[in-house]
Each structure stands twice: as structure tokens, then as C-alpha cells.
């Protein structure tokens, strides 16, 4: 049975998952991944980098996350540190433990927790979005080369814009599925309020579902 504990509490488990993305380190090919484990009302997530092709080169690697910052935490407390081992990976599904220091609770109280985790994770990779959300046209040839950092790893990454050039500016909401390219039907176009900006939440006839913001 997977698990999560802290300080030898046990937390339950319902779901873990890894998505993963091509990126390079360092000049090194490579794979970044996220983590997320949750059950109950608790939430533990963590992202990492280790070298390879695909997820099944994670098979038997070990990641020292030596910074994580925000990118790993546990119901708003961050990990400090953190060492994941991957067993028993193939492209669906991961076995991942995770040895990791959970910050303490006050700002001026030293006194950390120690997390252990023994998870079943299912594993696939990020999400392409590769057509533009104004006209469905594809989006491949406007991809930039961006330097991002993720757990505190340097990461070179692929990133395709929302919303095609011919686009920008002139697009009031969703009209196509950036996931497959078919048009939104507009009753399953909804809008609420994301981060003082306007969000969107939509669902194509395939059950694709992009929530988020247009660009400004
Ligand atoms: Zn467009
Ligand atoms: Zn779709």
C-alpha cells in the first residue's frame, strides 16, 4: 500500500502521479519531472530533473533535490530536501520513494520533520497543446527554447505560445481546443475569476479541459 509519513504519522494516499517533459540540463538530455501525491485533504508535490530519453530512463535513478523552493511541499509546509529513488518504471507507472526534510511550522522554530513516502505513481508525459486557442491552427512553428528553473535545476524547455500571432490581441475567449483543435461548443465555454484576471474553463466534445487565462 503507498503511503506518506511525517515524523511516523501516516498520511493516506488516493493518487499519485509524475508527468514528465523532455528538457535539457546543463547541456545534458534529459527528462523533468512532477510529482503528486494526494489523499484525504493532503497534498504532498515535488518536481525533479535526471538524465535520459523517456520516462522509463528513470528506471533505478536516484535525484538529489538539494533546493527545491516551491516547487516541493507538503499542505503549505515546503521540503527542504528531498532524495527520490524510481523502481520498477515503465511508461504507464512508477514506484517512487521519497526521503525528503518538511520545513518547520513557525519561521523561527528549527525544529524540521522528517517525510518518508513509498508511492505507485501513474506516469505520462506533459500534455502537448499544440493548436492555437483563437483559430485551432497548429502552433509548432512558434515554439521558443526557454530557460526555466525547476526544483532548483537549470532547465532548457519547449514552449509553444496560447495563442497563434494572427491571434494575439484579438481573442475574447476559448474558441478551439488547444489539446486536439476542434472547435468549443459555446455552452461549454464557462468564465471566473482568475487572479484578479478573467479565467476560462472549457471542455471539447473528446473531453479535453482547458482552464486558464487568455494572455493579455
Ligand atoms: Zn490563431
Ligand atoms: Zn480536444
Redo the contacts with the bound molecule.
Keep these: 500500500m503507498p503511503w506518506v509519513r511525517i515524523d511516523g504519522d501516516e498520511l493516506k494516499v488516493d493518487d499519485a502521479r509524475i508527468v514528465w517533459s523532455p528538457a535539457v540540463c546543463a547541456g545534458t538530455d534529459g527528462i523533468a519531472f512532477w510529482l503528486r501525491a494526494s489523499g484525504g485533504r493532503s497534498v504532498m508535490h515535488l518536481a525533479g530533473w535526471a538524465p535520459g530519453e523517456g520516462a522509463a530512463d528513470l528506471d533505478g535513478a536516484e535525484v538529489r533535490i538539494e533546493t527545491p523552493g516551491p516547487d516541493a511541499g507538503i499542505d503549505s509546509r515546503f521540503l527542504t530536501g528531498a532524495l527520490v529513488r524510481f523502481g520498477r518504471v515503465s511508461s504507464e507507472r512508477a514506484v517512487v520513494s521519497v526521503d525528503a526534510t518538511v520545513e518547520a511550522l513557525e519561521p523561527d522554530d528549527h525544529a524540521t520533520a522528517v517525510l518518508e513516502a513509498d508511492l505507485i505513481c501513474t506516469v505520462s508525459p506533459v500534455a502537448e497543446r499544440d493548436h492555437c486557442l483563437g483559430c485551432g491552427g497548429p502552433l509548432d512553428r512558434f515554439a521558443e527554447t526557454r530557460d526555466e528553473f525547476v526544483a532548483g535545476f537549470r532547465i532548457q524547455q519547449r514552449v509553444l505560445p496560447v495563442l497563434c500571432p494572427a491571434c494575439r490581441g484579438s481573442v475574447d475567449q476559448p474558441r478551439f481546443?488547444p489539446?486536439?483543435g476542434?472547435a468549443f461548443a459555446p455552452d461549454q465555454v464557462s468564465v471566473h475569476g482568475e487572479e484578479g484576471r478573467t479565467g476560462y474553463t472549457a471542455r471539447?466534445a473528446?473531453g479535453?479541459v482547458f482552464s486558464g487565462a487568455l494572455p493579455g
Design positions: 481546443c489539446t486536439c476542434t471539447c473528446q479535453h
